[in-house]
């Protein structure tokens, strides 16, 4: 770490002040899912044992400031505001103070979150138990701030698998960083209690590991790192399962590939790599079965898998990200799911879903995406033949976005259709961040020698304007 570059601090630096923005402008548990995961928290930090409940029977405290915060009521109501006085402020203290000495600790219901993974939770217990002579919204912050944390790691590695996807022009490496440090969505997610910060930092900390053994060779103290890696974005969140095929196989090209050098030892790495990555899933096998429970290593509901047919399931995947082909049955009458769910939800719908911009700025938005990938075509089309040197490092990229979108996809059709909200959010493709920073350097970098900066530049203004447009709208969304 001493020898990370200065620039790579820097748009660390960028990404924790965002996030930590977004932790003091986002009320108490407006932020998705942060109920379910702050429950699941406190279990964890004052009972020492994990929730067994999905159900939302909270404990009093945070049922108390749930209804005192009127959480359900802005959710469902527009013109409902957050508590913005000192008079209401200084009651809803008192009350939660009253509470705490009084109620029983912890609740096995934790919502959503009851199946996930602990690691990211246990992380979470330490700033709750820093803050445990504070209120209820005392240890909240504090979490968040953890949380915050978490966004500059996703910054810092997304730089440093840039400085390695992408070995020419250094500032360009700033520009993609900075892209993904300025993500609305980053901050706002990283700036909440919730494992998808977690998720974020540690998918980026693996891209940057796979692509140094792409470009450096996959050394042994190398492997350990990826495998570690691997192995932490399984104790984090189940949409994790997504990401790590593509993984594997990148660790299978890579021994390959060193097998075809005539190395020996080629394959000794990649297998640590593989096992260290593989050891939590393989643990929780030999739990179950001393314990004499004959189910897979993961529930099949622990991960969203559906149930119905392979037909229907793909069908419902494909419409999720693409145009539905002849002969599909149309799940989303009326939606365009590429722009409507997955674009417009990645340049601004934010808190839970509610807060949107005009439709101008999508429409400027999405045609400012366009210019920005054809100057990335231009520079890949400049650079044609180191591209098609790298083609398997590259598949295996795609392979884990792919991955990622199928898990994604497969979970939302679990509560179709009953559930439209569970269709799609923009949130749950962030693990493929250091991607979208690739896009940006190679976009900047399609401007040529003379106007490559200067584009740089420009794009890093729209992201930082992206950004704070952002957080004025949930101002006022809040407490305008």
């Known amino acids: 770490m001493t020898r990370v570059p200065l620039a790579a601090w820097l748009c660390a630096l960028v990404a924790c002040s965002s996030a930590v923005g977004w932790s003091f402008i986002t009320p108490p548990f407006q932020a998705p899912d942060e109920p379910s995961h702050f429950a699941y928290v406190k279990q964890l930090a004052e009972t020492g044992s994990l929730p067994t409940s999905s159900g939302g029977a909270f404990s009093s405290e945070e049922l108390y ?9 802005i959710r469902r109501d527009a013109d409902t505001r957050a508590i913005f006085s000192h008079r209401e402020q200084s009651e809803l203290d008192a009350r939660l103070r009253a509470l705490q000495r009084s109620s029983s600790p912890g609740s096995p ?27 209820l919204l005392d240890r909240l912050q504090l979490m968040r701030l953890l949380s915050a944390l978490l966004a500059g790691l996703t910054a810092l590695f997304s730089y440093l698998f840039l400085r390695e996807a992408l070995p020419r022009e250094r500032w360009a490496w700033t520009v993609g960083a900075l892209g993904v440090a300025l993500s609305p969505l980053l901050g706002l997610m990283s700036g909440a209690v919730n494992p998808d910060a977690m998720l974020f930092a540690v998918s980026a900390a693996l891209f940057y590991c796979l692509a140094r053994a792409f470009h450096r060779g996959l050394s042994t103290r190398l492997a350990i790192a990826t495998g570690l890696a691997i192995a932490v974005g399984f104790m984090t969140k189940l949409n ?3 990401v790590a095929p593509g993984a594997y196989l990148a660790l299978a090209m890579l021994a390959r590939r060193g097998a075809r050098d005539h190395e020996r030892s080629a394959l000794r790495p990649a297998a640590i790599a593989a096992a260290i990555g593989s050891a939590p899933v393989l643990l929780l096998i030999l739990v ?14 622990a991960i969203g898998l559906p149930h119905g047919s392979i037909a229907a399931i793909a069908s419902y995947t494909w419409q999720l990200y693409l145009p539905r082909l002849p002969g599909m049955a149309n799940d989303f009458p009326g939606l365009f799911t590429a722009r409507q769910i997955w674009f417009d939800g990645y340049v601004g719908r934010l808190g839970w879903l509610d807060i949107f911009f005009p439709a101008w700025v999508y429409d400027l938005a999405l045609a400012l995406a366009g210019l920005i990938l054809l100057a990335c075509l231009r520079a890949l089309l400049a650079a044609r033949a180191a591209v098609h040197s790298r083609l398997a490092e590259l598949v295996a990229y795609l392979s884990m976005a792919l991955g990622l979108m199928i898990v994604v996809g497969a979970a939302g059709f679990a509560s179709f259709p009953a559930q439209p909200e569970s269709y799609g959010q923009a949130r749950y493709l962030l693990p493929l961040l250091p991607l979208l920073g690739a896009v940006l350097a190679l976009a900047a970098r399609g401007g040529g020698r003379r106007w490559g900066p200067a584009l740089g530049a420009l794009l890093v203004s729209l992201f930082l304007a992206q950004d704070l447009f952002s957080q004025l709208q949930a101002v006022a969304h809040y407490y305008g």
């Open 109 to 135: 219901a934790a919502g959503v979150a009851t199946l996930q993974p602990p690691l990211y939770y246990a992380l979470e217990s330490i700033p709750y138990r820093l803050a445990a002579g504070g209120t």
């Open 288 to 301: 179950r079965v001393a314990s004499g429970d004959g189910r897979a290593a993961v529930p099949s509901a």
């Open 240 to 242: 994790f399962i997504g």
């Open 65 to 73: 400031a749930l209804q005192a915060l009127r959480s359900a009521l």
